[in-house]
């Protein structure tokens, strides 16, 4: 069936994700600009999205998460990771666990250093700014104002603070704020949050700006295809409520799909890896073997404190008047546990000291469980995960048919690199070394994952593999750069195609160390600007 037409846009965005969501407010800004937003999952009006320990429900529920399988991951013994990613207004930001990282200033110089001009620290530093709304004021790296609340967790728990004791007790500092460039040190995380409760994207930048009579936000609407004519992209095909539509495009279309979702629609598009795309009987509009390759991602090594004693959340969970206690403190106070979604301590270090600067995280809590869907432990824990912060290994994202709705086959090679499995084993022993400390000595904790009896690198390493978790952090699938790898360049377009850019967290050529949601969003202010400033200087130029 021949798509229906529905009108001509200057801008298509694909994806109201946590990128998405921040290009379709700032290019709507301009009254004159008509935008377009098209978003695959539906609207973000349930309740569970907007309480931050929702999040267990909406993860692995189909109302709001896309529920990818891995490949069998041959590093992790063929066990296939199971992969939350947002699928609905906000994306992953409606889902996440609200933690605002945005990696060490190292990280953005390495970007400019390989062939990126002006994504350099101080290059980025005023774009995440820009976005933010911090609880403290501004100062020369906060920002207020924007529509990003950052706030400091409500909820802190005196385990984690001795916790945090113990780390300093082996030398890692206690630090207040990550988000300063050099983020060594242990403290509680800062959250996209707004008096307990979730700012996704879709909340901050979206919603103010839905009145806009030039913007258009369609959800349940899946695009399908990117028309490419020539050498340029003209049009953008979906499923609306009416069936398949086809929007024209006066000036870009721009893809923020995240890590899986924009390299196959490229990929649907024409643009990728030609052998892959004539698998599937896509015409090859621009052969670009870097899309869908590159990927990468944290995965953490579960670790598991048995204690004697403590107030935990798994002690709350476990007692019903506890637990009810929990709801009724929320709704009343927007306080307590329940403004907690992602473990709220964390801590950055360098796994040996020859690491020339931290290179892995942690992330604890007191909640603790077999595996996702299982009840909390019957005992009070410390628990969480510690990852590598840049790994070496890589996997792909690549199509497994020409119908949309067939999810592409990924596959992350987690601890297939033999760096990476180096730096899981000294990061658990790190861990170990901090639960030794005196700080914690009175709680008595045991190892129960991994188990204490587990001490050679051979029997450590095969339960990391047995246990590892991703910690959903995606990237690098449509990479920016120079190489023959590369698909964006440093103004993220498409190499080789026109009118076609790629603006959310795949585009990013190696992960940062830290979080993604607040680069994510960083690289969403910065594209917008980018846009923007080259559409005025095309006019200038005409006229
Ligand atoms: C469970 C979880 C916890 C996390 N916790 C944190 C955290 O605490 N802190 C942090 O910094 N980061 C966290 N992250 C990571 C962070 O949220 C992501 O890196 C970030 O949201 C990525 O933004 P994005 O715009 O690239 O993609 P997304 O936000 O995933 O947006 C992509 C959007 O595109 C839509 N889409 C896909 N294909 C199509 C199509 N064909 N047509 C139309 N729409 C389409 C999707 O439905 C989605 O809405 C977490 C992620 C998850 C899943």
Redesign the pocket.
Known sequence: MEPRAFGSFDYVV???????CVLASRLSEDPTLRVLL????GPDDWHWIHIPAG?FYS?GNPRTD?CYTTEPEPGLGGRKMPI?????L????S???????RGQAADYDDWLRTGNPGWGWSDVLPYFMKSEDYAHGSDAFHGVGGPLRVEEPRMRWTVLDDLREAAAQVGLPKIDDFNRGDNEGCGYLQLTQRRGRRCSTARGFLRPAQHRPNLTVLTR????RIRIEGDRAVAVE?LGAAGPQVAQVQGEVIV????Y?SPQ?LQLSGIGPAALLREHGIAVHRELPGVGENLQDHVNARFIQRLASGDTMNTRLNNPLKKMLMGIEYFLLRQGPMTN??PPLSGFAKSDPSRGRPNVQFHATTASYESLGTGPHPFPVIAGGICNLRPRSRGFVRIQSAD?SVYPALLHNYLVDEDDQRVALDSVRLMRRIFGASALAGYEPQDYMPPGDCTADEALLAQIRAKAWTA??PVGTCKMGRDAMAVVDERLRVRGVAQLRVV???IMPTLVSG????P?IMI?EKGADMILKDRRASMSAVA
């Open positions: 694909i994806g109201a994700g946590s990128a998405g098209l978003e695959t999952g999040l993860l896309w939350a990613r947002g699928r609905v906000g994306g992953s930001s889902i996440n666990g609200m933690a605002y990282v609407a899946p695009t399908t979906f923020s799909a995240g890590t979702g629609l979604g992602a949309p959903f952090h959310d967290a795949s979080n993604t949601n607040a994510a969403a």
